[in-house]
């Protein structure tokens, strides 16, 4: 595998999360805009959540027929002229609206990358490469706020879409010109919609494979509460301003840095289902903590953030374990695999930001409870998890 290979895989898994979180300071500007009420941004998060579960499932059956390159040059064409279609949206419908599309094109970078690693390599090897992978997932919140607050300290929060656009030109660009294709033309599945169906059918029945996506799901479900009601919680209810939450929003993706780091090591040394184990123990516990903080106020601001951290950083623990375990078992299927545990993960991750939206008070305390429902999901499925694969 050439050097660059990941830095590259990276650099394209890195367009969702920067779409995710680089307009989170922009909430309450864009809001006050629009004249929608307080929380109404939230619909374009969980358009964007819809978006990537819908179009993952394409992206993927498209990249076992036509190979990795086509469709991912395809899908960032799509996701730059949807930026740009935000960048220029005159209200929130319309704005959802493009965010809709925008994550179809973008499906394309979560599905494809994950579908390259598990061409090139399994096992131990595979899971380093995941985690490189996670570790953009985590490196790209901390530059993505502070670059969203820069932007709103001298432009429109529209500029931030003009930005990414700008971003997913480069990617295609990139991929144009330096991404081999790993899946050569004798391994592609040439199959009609019924075959594709029961193909469907095959993975999503293998029992190794649904325990280990739901796991990822759940923890994806309380990741993305979390980030869905940072804004209201950090900005609105606690007070401060956009360019201190994307202070406090990199400190809390660290930890998810930091656990991406070590999980190569910790997974080679216990392996990985002991670290599932683990990890999903100290979610469960970071997010009582968490829960038992909102609900008193002890600690304001500073109470709730070190619980966060550490839910961060167990949670990325938890998803590139659970990836190539889904995984493992569907090297001839890698893309229908890998769209399907994208699929899955995004679907909850919409229900996680719906739910806060809905249950929204102006309280940390709706928020957390979302989180808590999560981490209780995730150590039940990992007990399911332990008991099939």
């Known amino acids: 595998m050439p050097f660059w290979l990941p830095l590259l895989l990276g650099f394209l898994t890195a367009i969702n999360p920067l779409s995710t979180d680089m307009y989170l300071p922009a909430f309450p500007a864009m809001e006050a805009e629009f004249g929608t009420g307080a929380g109404s941004a939230q619909l374009t998060l969980a358009t964007w959540f819809v978006g990537l579960a819908v179009g993952q499932v394409t992206q993927g059956t498209l990249s076992d027929r036509f190979g990795r390159r086509g469709p991912l040059i395809i899908g960032t064409l799509v996701y730059t002229a949807a930026s ?3 960048a220029l949206a005159p209200s929130m419908g319309w704005l959802a609206a493009f965010r809709f599309v925008e994550a179809f094109g973008a499906s394309a970078s979560a599905v494809i990358p994950r579908a390259v690693v598990r061409d090139k390599a399994t096992g131990l090897e595979a899971a380093r490469l995941m985690s490189r992978l996670i570790l953009v997932m985590g490196a790209a919140p901390i530059l993505a706020p502070s670059f969203g607050g820069l932007l709103l300290g001298w432009a429109s929060w529209r500029w931030i879409f003009w930005v990414l656009a700008a971003y997913g030109a480069l990617s295609c660009l990139l991929v144009f010109w330096l991404l081999p294709d790993t899946l050569p033309p004798e391994k592609r599945l040439r199959l009609g919609p019924g075959a594709l169906l029961r193909g469907f059918g095959r993975v999503l029945t293998e029992p190794v494979f649904l325990t280990h996506a ?21 900005i609105e209810h606690f007070g401060v301003t956009p360019s201190t939450f994307a202070v406090i929003f990199g400190v809390t993706a660290a930890g998810f840095i930091g656990g991406a780091q070590t999980n190569p090591m910790l997974a080679a040394r216990f392996g990985a289902g002991r670290v599932l184990t683990a990890a999903s123990l100290a979610v469960l516990a970071a997010s009582a903590l968490l829960m038992l903080l909102a609900w008193t106020g002890w600690g304001g601001l500073w109470g709730v953030f070190p619980p966060i951290v550490l839910l961060m950083a167990a949670s990325s623990l938890i998803l590139p374990n659970s990836a190539v375990g889904a995984l493992a078992r569907h090297g001839q299927r890698a893309g229908t695999a890998s769209a399907l545990l994208g699929t899955m993960q995004f679907a909850v991750a919409a229900l996680g930001s719906v739910a806060v939206g809905v249950l929204a008070d102006g309280s940390p305390v709706p928020v957390a409870g979302v989180i808590l429902f999560g981490a209780a999901m995730t150590v039940a499925l990992n007990a399911l998890r332990r008991r099939y694969g």
């Open 84 to 86: 740009m279609g935000c």
């Open 214 to 234: 739901l796991l990822g799901s759940a923890v994806m479900f309380s990741m993305f509460a979390y980030i869905s009601g940072a804004p209201a919680v950090f």
